[in-house]
């Protein structure tokens, strides 16, 4: 019986930082990717398992005929009371929590030992995430090149991009945070699966 030990991988990465690619990476040399944004959003979709607690507690008119959350709806509620976006997370959160913890187990199951939990804002998150993974590994690039990419990919205004930005932690929050830094700037694609080949490396990958 193999006993390798299990790791727990937190990744994070600024807008445009290729951080989906490095998680893509990952997933093709064997790691179970956990993306906590897609967990997020379907907790809210259609027939999403926030969505009777939602109901519940701001009313039908925020479910709109899909059976997914009424987003403007709910930003024009935010915007009237902020306590709304607290009741919001005390809904949202629990539940993204428990559906991490049971694709998790599910990835364990299966024998897969590196879990990579793809968390946009980790380092904004503070010790929540910190405390449930072994190590952080950051994308990183300079904001230039976020800039750059995020405009080729999604034709965002650079201001807007900038605005994006600045409400994601700073680049130094992050790699303060870093246990392992991927400085993704300047790479083709076979260098960057080279870096992350040295990455994976570390964690039986």
Wanted: charged fraction near 20%; glycine fraction near 8%; hydrophobic fraction near 45%.
């Amino acid at each position: 019986m193999n006993h390798q030990r299990i790791w727990r991988i937190g990744l994070t990465g600024g807008i445009g930082s290729g951080k989906s690619t490095v998680a893509g990476l990952l997933a093709a040399r064997g790691a179970a990717v956990i993306d906590a944004d897609a967990i997020s959003r379907s907790v809210t979709a259609p027939g999403g398992r926030a969505m009777a607690s939602i109901a519940q507690v701001f009313g039908p008119q925020m479910v709109d005929a899909d059976g997914a959350m009424n987003r403007q709806a709910m930003r024009e509620r935010v915007f009237q009371n902020p306590e709304t976006k607290k009741q919001l997370e005390a809904i949202i959160h629990p539940l993204v929590s428990l559906i991490t913890a049971e694709q998790a187990q599910a990835a364990l199951q299966k024998g897969q030992r590196c879990l990579v939990f793809d968390v946009p804002l980790l380092v904004e998150s503070g010790e929540r995430w910190r405390r449930q993974v072994d190590r952080v590994v950051v994308v990183d690039c300079d904001a230039d090149t976020q800039r750059q990419r995020v405009m080729a990919r999604s034709g965002l205004a650079a201001e807007e991009i900038d605005r994006i930005i600045a409400l994601q932690a700073s680049r130094a929050q992050r790699l303060a945070c870093a246990d392992v830094v991927i400085f993704n700037q300047g790479l083709s694609l076979a260098e960057l699966e080279g870096q992350v080949a040295q990455v994976a490396a570390d964690f039986g990958l």
